[in-house]
């Protein structure tokens, strides 16, 4: 074998009606979703959500229950055939990086290439070594390395025998606030260098932003929307993508007519219809950012706590009916907690729920 | 998050073969027990009345003092020494540290062979006594060695490291904030002994006890040769001199009473450690610093163990090799190349069996693997006795079937096959050592994360690559560890194989017994110098491995 055999990039990962379980219970249930070339996806959901099980069916390690996953057409996984996981050109990263302590850093990023030639290996380490910002350390061993620079070991070794498809399982979560804020860029720099399709999994929705082209929001084993992050966070689809991503306060409103509703901060028009019926009563979602501090505005609410965040102020706001919502202003409108503020709602797209 | 760690899917259901092997190892381990205890179940209600009436209370009066006496010697040898090595700091506090852990190279009934020829009428001690001071034979009062006294010193002085080993342990783990709070709040600093530290690592000393009372019922050769009568000796002495192996089980029924009393005991406070440990700062980085008489009052104090429970004995030992003993032969070759290889072979199938058992659980994780794995490591604390009882009914009685069924279609007669051979030896072994070697590859083994299985088959190996790439070169270590210590544990086991070895066959540990049974203590010395000396190399082990956990 003269390169690696497997050298053709991803076109396509699809799931389709997947659910994964233990002892007959299903963890993932019924998922569905794409992964298109050079896109790097990530399942986003709180802890045991069933987003790491999800993964480790893709890469092999858990049988189907129901549904198939295909790559490029073929099918990988169905509940009565599994490929093989060494033979799925799938790479992974895990939570725990699992290097080989037994092995150096150049010996670990080369142990996917026992099929390839002597001076290739070579080259491919080297290469790989340059790229994450290692050279130098090739007949190191893996304790004596930072934390951040073994996750960068793990992530060379899993797109060493450049496989089709990378899963990367929370692989920041190991790693402190500041060190991540430096690897997330760095990593998506590397994947889209190689042009690898990536599948992230994280519980984090800054890193799932900063990392991902698309989102899949998950809870309780299910998909229950998958768009690019913009969508994820200004259209959310049911009230828990809404509640999970990003801060936000329901209000109770009344629908008055196919692009408005009536609530605590008055009538609220958005651009599009919203489909519900005249005098429905909805949940309307509202974003720290949709609620202004405009001091010419009728209405009014009492300041409860607040938080200097340097660029601006983030208070909690009493409005007349009770109910409590956030609200930005910027840093120079410093009011003190019991104080009467006047709020006014820009909102585009309408956020709702039925009742 | 779901901890699985299967090698694949589709090998979910090809391991499931190593499941049920795994379970038939340890259905087949458990044997001993089962017949001991259906011995006492469906036992004689006369020969109950029997031993009732004549032994027994002597048995379990002399057997619980010897408890009682080891367990307080052990407590006041072992917490103490812990302390000092871990919590303070005086000249030689490195050295003390591990060496204090010597002492477990010895073998009681080796100690207890040498301090006798020491002690004794006619030792070194009393003629020097005499002849300095004229006395004759009554005229002075000294210590009687054989006696229960003498046994409850024998086994505290090579059983004190277990409590050491725990506790020491438990006060390293001992958040130094937790210690510097109560500074705080107003503790002096042995208030702060009393009050906290010692409460917090008494999970720790428990276990430490209890495993060194397991030893203390599980003695035989000390207690014999005192002349102490214990359930061991009773258990012995029943089956040998009266073939009666139906009282012999009742008291081994009764011995595991006992036991099982112990390793609840040891099991709950294990279970209460992990809570006791706060896994924040640790205190060994501050200690207190003895200075001058203080500082050297505590180096006497702790080379005191070590010089009684070890280098003397092992001084008088290698002079009485060297200079009185007779001179060794091709008898004694015989008698070494016996023990090696036994041990070897038990050794090679203990530890084959425990990766076999660590395997099915790691690949399984079921909890019926897990439990049959607990009952198949439940023979540690068993006494060499018991397991050699459960072991020669269940063997004689299959080999007297097989004999029946041979004459019955050859009219051929063929000899014992299990219980006159090395095969029962060597299965008494797997049963009591099982434990030791399971702890030591099960934790190699929880070194090699799931996540590194996967890793490995990510990356295109299939399982059995994964195993000879990954799995091998990290786990060679502990299993290495795992056949010594296994090891050199047949080499000093005495009471299983005296009962269990075939006709003629005697190791380094029978004939040492033996001659020193028969008031040949010198001629002994070169058989008990060879264990002591191939029992320190697992001290050692152990006490490297103690030093690189805590980086001094």
């Known amino acids: ?355 | 998050m779901a901890d699985l760690a299967p090698l694949s899917v589709a090998s979910k259901f090809k391991w499931n073969w190593l499941k049920i092997v795994a379970m038939m190892i340890a259905a087949i381990l458990a044997l001993p027990i089962l017949v001991v205890l259906v011995n006492v179940l469906i036992g004689d209600g006369e020969v109950w009345q029997h031993l009732y009436q004549t032994v027994l209370a002597e048995y379990i009066s002399n057997s619980i003092l010897l408890m009682l006496g080891v367990g307080i010697g052990v407590l006041l040898i072992g917490v103490p020494f812990a302390w000092l090595t871990s919590m303070c700091n005086f000249p030689g506090r490195t050295f003390f540290s591990w060496a204090l852990l010597l002492p477990m190279a010895m073998p009681a009934y080796i100690i207890a062979y040498t301090y006798t020829g020491v002690l004794d009428f006619a030792g070194p001690v009393q003629t020097f006594i005499r002849e300095f001071t004229g006395w004759r034979y009554g005229e002075y009062w000294f210590f009687e060695i054989r006696s229960l006294g003498g046994a409850m010193v024998m086994l505290t002085l090579v059983l004190y490291p277990y409590v050491y080993l725990m506790s020491r342990a438990a006060f390293l783990e001992q958040s130094e904030n937790t210690l510097e709070v109560s500074r705080t709040l107003g503790y002096s600093g042995r208030a702060v002994f009393f009050k906290l530290a010692l409460p917090l690592a008494r999970p720790a000393i428990v276990t430490g006890l209890t495993l060194a009372l397991m030893e203390t019922l599980a003695d035989y050769g000390t207690v014999q040769y005192f002349s102490v009568n214990t359930f061991t000796t009773g258990i012995l002495r029943t089956f040998y001199g009266f073939g009666d192996i139906a009282a012999a089980s009742q008291l081994a029924g009764v011995l595991l009473l006992f036991v099982a009393v112990l390793i609840l005991l040891e099991r709950r406070s294990r279970h209460r450690i992990r809570y006791h440990a706060s896994g924040l700062k640790k205190a060994s980085n501050r200690r207190m610093v003895l200075k001058g008489g203080r500082g050297l009052l505590a180096t006497l104090f702790c080379s005191l163990p070590i010089l009684v429970g070890f280098f003397i004995p092992v001084i008088v030992l290698a002079y009485w090799a060297m200079f009185k003993a007779e001179m060794p032969g091709s008898n004694f070759i015989q008698l070494a190349w016996n023990s090696f290889y036994l041990a070897a072979i038990a050794s090679l199938i203990v530890v084959s069996l425990a990766l076999v058992l660590s395997y099915a659980i790691r690949l399984n994780n079921g909890k019926t693997v897990k439990a049959s794995v607990g009952v198949a490591g439940l023979g540690y604390a068993l006494p060499g006795t018991i397991i050699a009882i459960g072991t020669i009914v269940p063997l004689a009685w299959l080999d007297h079937r097989i004999i029946d069924l041979v004459k019955h279609y050859n009219g051929e007669r063929v000899g014992l096959l299990f219980s006159g051979t090395l095969v029962a030896l060597l299965f008494a072994y797997s049963v009591r050592f099982m434990a030791v070697s399971l702890g030591a590859v099960q934790n190699g083994l929880g070194k090699i994360k799931p996540s590194m299985d996967m890793a490995g088959r990510s990356l295109g190996m299939s399982p059995f690559k994964v195993l000879v790439r990954v799995h091998v070169p990290l786990l060679k270590g502990s299993v290495l560890t795992a056949m010594l210590i296994v090891f050199v544990d047949v080499l000093k086991e005495l009471p299983a194989t005296l009962v269990l070895r075939p006709f003629n066959f005697n190791t380094l540990a029978v004939r040492a017994f033996e001659l020193a049974s028969d008031e040949r203590l010198v001629d002994a010395a070169p058989a008990s110098l060879m264990i002591v000396l191939v029992g320190l190399v697992p001290v050692i082990l152990l006490s490297r491995s103690i030093s690189s956990r805590t980086g001094y």
């Open chain 1, 1 to 355: 074998m003269t390169s690696s055999p497997l050298y053709t990039s991803l076109k396509e990962l699809t799931l389709s009606g997947v659910s994964v379980g233990y002892d007959k219970e299903a963890v993932v249930k019924d998922v569905s979703f794409q992964l298109s070339e050079g896109q790097i996806g990530c399942l986003l959901g709180p802890s045991g959500c069933g987003k790491s099980t999800l993964l480790r069916a893709i890469a092999g390690f858990e049988s189907l229950m129901t549904g198939e996953i295909r790559i490029d057409g073929e099918i990988i996984s169905n509940p009565s055939h599994s490929v093989n996981p060494e033979h799925r050109y799938i790479g992974m990263v895990f939570q725990d990086i699992a290097l080989f302590p037994h092995l150096t850093i150049a010996q670990n990023i080369a142990f996917g290439l026992s099929a390839w030639q002597k001076n290739l290996i070579e080259e491919r380490v080297a290469y790989l070594l340059d790229l994450v910002g290692l050279a130098g350390f090739q007949s190191r061993y893996p304790h004596s390395l930072s934390g951040g620079q073994q996750q960068r070991v793990a992530l060379a070794r899993a797109i060493a025998p450049k496989p089709k498809l990378l899963l990367m399982d929370e692989p920041f979560s190991g790693l402190d606030a500041k060190l991540r804020e430096e690897l997330v860029p760095d990593i998506r720099r590397i994947l889209q260098h190689e042009k690898m399709s990536a599948l992230l999994v994280t519980h984090d929705q800054m890193e799932a932003f900063a990392m991902a082209d698309q989102v899949s929001v998950m809870d309780s084993g299910e998909v229950h929307q998958t768009g690019s992050p913009y969508q994820i966070y200004h259209r959310p689809e049911t009230r828990f993508v809404a509640s999970f991503i990003g801060h936000g306060d329901f209000l109770t409103a009344t629908v008055c007519g196919s692009n408005c509703v009536h609530s605590d901060l008055g009538n609220i028009r958005g651009e599009l219809d919203h489909g519900f019926a005249d005098n429905e009563q909805v949940d309307l979602l509202v974003r720290p950012d949709d609620i202004l501090h405009d001091d010419d505005s009728e209405f009014v609410g009492v300041i409860v706590s607040k938080w200097f965040r340097g660029s601006h102020f983030l208070y909690r706001v009493k409005l007349s009916s009770g109910k409590v919502v956030y609200c930005f202003a910027s840093s120079h409108h410093n009011h003190s907690v019991g104080q009467e503020i006047g709020l006014s709602v820009h909102l585009d797209h309408l956020v709702m729920f039925s009742r």
